[in-house]
């Protein structure tokens, strides 16, 4: 069975440092991977996406992420926080036997200071 | 397209009282999914369908049930509403395989259900 541990429920950071999301996946091979993030009252809207075409993904609002399949790992990145990447992020995977399936991380909270 | 669209947006149930949470999707996506989202648990699959007539339990279906008799809807409904299903409910919909989705997968806005 697939799952998904993202290993912060909470990142606090100021605005201007870099930001680190980190996500680990269980799996037997090698998933489709997604960030996910939701800015309060709001739906889920995709950030970036990996389905093992290159191993570091760019997605929009200058997130990137690197598939690690050593480490198991999906991080989440961005250079230099904006006051509106504050949101939940969510990790999520896909694929395979789990057929239709999506199995969701539990959650990061971001929260970027002045 | 206006994507996938959820109703209502907002609700309250009295213990016991039944309701259909709505979801259409104007993409032609084959898979469609409910979810509900509790604070500090993510996202948990109720169930989900991957094509007309298709449909099979999540993580946790007890208290709910599904039909898809068109690719379009995927309407979700409560039977005997309980305090445990106050949550947010989202619908989402992707144009999937097995292997890959093919499409970003779209969200509805969610609905908030409390039930007293």
């Known amino acids: 069975a697939q799952s998904v541990t993202q290993l912060d429920s909470h990142v606090s950071v100021s605005e201007g440092t870099p930001v680190l999301l980190r996500c680990n996946y269980s799996s037997s091979y090698s998933p489709s991977l997604f960030w996910y993030v939701q800015h309060p009252n709001k739906g889920l809207q995709l950030l970036l996406k990996y389905t093992s075409a290159a191993t570091l993904v760019k997605g929009i609002n200058g997130f990137e992420a690197e598939f690690k399949k050593s480490e198991t790992s999906f991080h989440l990145t961005k250079p230099s926080a904006h006051m509106s990447d504050a949101a939940e992020y969510f990790c999520v995977s896909y694929g395979g036997t789990s057929y239709g399936k999506l199995t969701f991380g539990q959650g990061t909270i971001l929260t970027v200071h002045p | 397209n206006a994507g996938v669209t959820q109703t209502p947006k907002f609700r309250i149930l009295k213990i016991g009282q039944s309701m259909t949470l709505q979801c259409t999707q104007d993409?032609?996506?084959?898979?469609m999914y409910w979810y509900r989202q509790d604070p500090g648990m993510g996202l948990k699959l109720i169930y989900y369908s991957v094509g007309a007539g298709i449909t099979d339990k999540g993580e946790v279906p007890n208290g709910y049930n599904v039909s898809r008799s068109t690719t379009e809807d995927f309407p979700l409904r409560l039977e005997l509403a309980a305090p445990s299903q106050t949550s947010v409910y989202f619908c989402?919909?992707?144009?999937?395989?097995?292997?890959?989705?093919?499409?970003?997968?779209?969200f509805g806005n969610g609905t908030r259900l409390t039930v007293t």
């Open positions: 993409m032609n996506h084959n898979y």
């Open positions: 989402a919909s992707v144009l999937g395989t097995t292997s890959s989705y093919n499409s970003p997968l779209h």
